[in-house]
């Protein structure tokens, strides 16, 4: 078994569709970034390169190269994924937490799930996505950003 942690954030800007966990939500601001900003579907991809001891999106998917702008997570998520199987492991388990102040987002985390487990080859009761606030504390709790955080867990033998 291997375990990795992920992190990802995010400014808030105007003018981009808000995409988390590879669902559209409706909003007046999207996540700034190279890719589509998903903060949700970077922190999991990292914690899955984590897992293999595969470095970090960086060094990827870098935000020097021209052909990933705006990238859809969703394919960031799938190469990883593909790097998983490959390497002779499968998933067991993912645990994500979303921070932020607003939207709401719990009516949007079982789409989130299906997103995740499609990307990954499992059942959603293997992803869990949560949420919270800083209870308006620092950038995110002004509405400044968002960020994810997730755990996953690697079953198999390279």
Request: glycine share 14%.
């Amino acid at each position: 078994m291997r375990v990795g942690s992920g992190f990802d954030a995010h400014q808030l800007v105007s003018g981009r569709p808000l995409r988390i966990g590879g669902v559209e939500i409706p909003f007046d601001r999207g996540l700034e970034g190279h890719s589509d900003g998903d903060v949700l579907l970077h922190a999991v991809a990292s914690a899955l390169l984590g897992a293999l001891g595969d470095g970090d999106l960086g060094r990827h998917f870098p935000s020097s190269d021209p052909t990933l702008e705006g990238i859809d997570s969703r394919a960031i998520l799938d190469r990883v994924a593909a790097r998983v199987r490959d390497a002779g492991y499968e998933l067991g388990n993912v645990d994500a937490t979303i921070i932020a102040q607003a939207p709401r987002l719990a009516p949007y985390t079982e789409a989130m799930e299906q997103v995740i487990a499609d990307s990954l080859g499992v059942a959603t009761d293997r992803i869990n996505v949560k949420v919270t606030s800083t209870d308006r504390l620092g950038a995110i709790g002004r509405g400044e950003g968002m960020a994810a955080q997730a755990v996953v867990l690697l079953e198999g033998r390279p």
